[in-house]
């Protein structure tokens, strides 16, 4: 994975001395709150229900085992010895004080980390395919991209003040883990018909409450030009995005209200004055960075025999185990949805668990996944039983991974100062009542946003939740039919929302008429786009 | 103004900064000055008389007026080009980067505050207007 040079580790170093210096300002009383905010926004730090949340950068969600574990000693130095990991592969402290947050910057920075633009009206944190490097199916691995894309857009003075936030998501396969379409801008990696590779830039994409699918911007912008394609896209939506309200400032309102193809007209004036500019890192550069993403040490000839007589890890293995492009070797996922429990959240001592793992086991690397999971990329066959001993002795084998009770679902009400409804109780009732029968329900993304602005992804989901506030009291409306994948399509509303108890018995009457309608092997969704809402909506309702 | 927030060696001019509405009628006029909703290209066919440019922020968070910054930068005006408005000590360095060379805030920065904004970053990962090194050139110089 990505190691710092000297320059980088400055950029970081000089990040934390600044925002120390702004903290001192702060508290003394230079600065006023209003002028405070978009500063710590830009350090992921907001101010919450009950306190400050710090939400630290994981870029494309990869980490080394020493990070991990300082991610765990963060948790019992600062917070209550709990990290949350998020739908944007990075982790969430919900309980920290903020004249404790320039030391944990400090600490991160000593492991090449940071919080650097994880929230604000500025560029975020790149996401990207969990199981990058990894993948059978992959073109080319989508990281060095992803990181020349970090560099870029660090500090990046143009972009500081954007009319809302922007994400950029990179992924190089077909089938897409990362919800690419649903990004400000989304870049698949392909290959064009003389073998080159370039980038496919789909932009305006987003949940929130108007979600949208970013529609393709350009089909092939070539490597040596990514970065200033990605500037042009940028330009135009700073100068012409919405800044007059805030509910209809994200890119997407933009390329929606002047269309497509308008957007891209002014995108392709912007980049043939950027051009001349000359503000494209050379080859060289991706060149370099490409370097730190070769495969590890692979062992050749590796056996792929492994010994299924435990009956539960063979459910496991089954479950949360994923092909490997080398033989002999698998991609791990460790479910952080246990039963009843919060979803995306880990113990100090958990974290620190997964790291030793991954040092041992993963070629010290782990991966954060959108859906709140934690991946070990590159284990050993031979090594899963006892891999899978260590995680289940941890509470980290639960054998769900893509099933009902793998659940996404934001902080909701509990912590989140925008909320409007709880998601956690309402995440914590649906997966102890359908976790006995997982099984039989099979491949069924679940989601839960506590508000409209879908952090939870509820619009994705193949059966999605949305906390509303009715006259005061918590109501939940239930969509279904949303998927990220390849295949993305937003989730429509059946009708009338909910009580808590009745939108766990509500999701139960639709996988009901699931399992009554299966043919073959139909999944959920499928059998969903076969059949239509009608019929769901007469058990729901009727 | 406060010669620390001015990075040029010419004499500050003293016309009077007029709009871009009524800078398209007065041929004469060496200064004008932009709002955010203004397009900076507009002022391309006459970069030549500018003198000076003042890019106005009504509130801080309103981030066009870096990019109508850059755009002038790009297109080879060399005059002056003021940050003026709602302009604090924790923005003036992007600012710099993306070509202003002077700031006329409306509530006076703290000067100590000020240098250390300014002087802040050894190095940076973009090449802008402020014709900095990036990164990326030195690792392959």
């Keep these: 994975m990505y190691k710092y040079d000297n320059y980088d580790q400055a950029m970081v170093d000089t990040r934390v001395e600044e925002f120390r210096d702004q903290v001192r300002r702060r508290i003394a009383g230079h600065i006023t709150e209003e002028q405070f905010k978009p500063l710590r926004l830009m350090n992921g ?81 790149i996401s990207s395919d969990q199981f990058a490097g990894a993948a059978a199916d992959e073109l080319v691995d989508p990281r060095p991209y992803a990181e020349l894309l970090r560099q870029w857009s660090s500090f990046h003075p143009e972009f500081s003040f954007l009319p809302r936030k922007f994400k950029i998501a990179v992924i190089a396969s077909d089938t897409d883990r990362a919800a690419m379409r649903l990004h400000d801008i989304g870049i698949q990696i392909v290959k064009n018909d003389v073998g080159e590779l370039g980038c496919a830039f789909y932009v305006g994409g987003g949940m929130g409450r108007t979600p949208m699918i970013a529609p393709l911007v350009n089909p092939f912008v070539p490597l040596d030009q990514l970065i200033t394609f990605s500037e042009a896209c940028l330009r135009v939506y700073n100068r012409y995005g919405r800044r007059d309200n805030k509910f209809k400032a994200r890119i997407k309102i933009l390329v929606h209200e002047i269309g497509k193809d308008e957007y891209t007209r002014q995108v392709e004036e912007e980049f043939a004055q950027l051009l001349k500019q000359g503000i494209e890192p050379p080859l060289a550069e991706l060149a370099r960075i490409s370097e730190y993403f070769t495969n590890p040490p692979f062992e050749v000839g590796a056996p792929g025999q492994v010994d299924r007589s435990d009956p539960d890890f063979a459910l496991w293995l089954d479950r949360n185990t994923v092909a490997h492009k080398q033989p002999g070797y698998a991609i791990v996922n460790i479910s952080l949805k246990p039963v009843g429990g919060i979803p995306g959240d880990a113990s100090a001592d958990q974290i620190r668990l997964m790291a030793d793992l991954a040092l041992q086991y993963s070629y010290d690397e782990l991966r954060v996944t959108h ?118 399509s937003l989730g429509k509303i059946t009708g009338p929302g909910f009580d808590e108890d009745g939108v766990v018995d509500a999701v139960e009457k639709a996988t009901d008429v699931y399992l009554a309608h299966k043919q073959g092997g139909e999944r959920f969704l499928d059998t969903y786009r076969r059949i239509g809402m009608e019929k769901f909506k007469e058990a729901i309702y009727g | 103004m406060d010669d620390a927030l001015r990075f040029r060696t010419d004499e500050p001019g003293d016309d009077p900064a007029v709009t871009v509405d009524s800078f398209g009628v007065q041929t004469n006029a060496a200064a004008v000055r932009l709002e955010p909703g203004d397009d900076a290209r507009d002022l391309l066919p006459y970069l030549e008389r500018l003198k000076l440019v003042e890019i106005n922020f ?81 690792r392959h110089g």
């Design chain 1, 45 to 125: 730090l907001y101010l919450q229900l009950h306190a400050y949340m710090l939400r630290v950068a994981v870029p494309y969600g990869t980490l080394s085992s020493a990070q991990m574990r300082v991610l765990g000693d963060i948790a019992d130095k600062y917070d209550r010895g709990y990290g949350h990991f998020t739908t944007r592969q990075n982790i969430q402290y919900n309980w920290i004080k903020l004249e404790d947050a320039p030391d944990i910057l400090a600490d991160l920075a000593k492991v090449e980390m940071h919080a650097i633009q994880t929230s604000g009206n500025c560029i975020r944190n």
């Design chain 1, 371 to 488: 859906a709140q999971n934690i991946v070990l990329p590159h284990v050993r066959q031979a090594d899963l039983y006892t891999v899978w001993q260590a995680l289940d002795a941890a509470g980290l084998s639960t054998p769900n991974l893509d099933l009902v009770d793998d659940i996404i679902a934001c902080p909701g009400l509990d912590y989140c100062s925008l909320a409007n409804a709880r998601s956690i109780p309402v995440s914590q009732k649906l997966s102890e009542r359908f976790a006995p029968r997982r099984a039989e329900i099979g491949e069924l993304k679940l989601k839960i946003s506590g508000c409209i602005n879908a952090c939870g992804h509820h619009h994705a989901g193949h059966i999605g939740i949305l906390g509303v506030d009715r006259k005061g009291v918590e109501n939940y409306q239930l969509l279904l039919g949303g998927s990220e994948g390849a295949d993305t």
């Design chain 2, 58 to 138: 009504p509130g801080f968070g309103d981030g066009r007026g870096y990019s109508a910054a850059r755009i002038l930068r790009e297109a080879g005006y060399a005059g002056e080009l003021r940050a003026v408005g709602d302009v604090l000590v924790d923005q003036v360095a992007a600012m710099r980067r993306c070509g202003f060379d002077s700031f006329a805030p409306q509530v006076p920065l703290n000067a100590a505050d000020a240098e250390a904004a300014f002087n802040r970053w050894p190095e940076v990962y973009q090449p802008t207007a402020d014709g900095r090194v990036p990164i990326w050139a030195k």
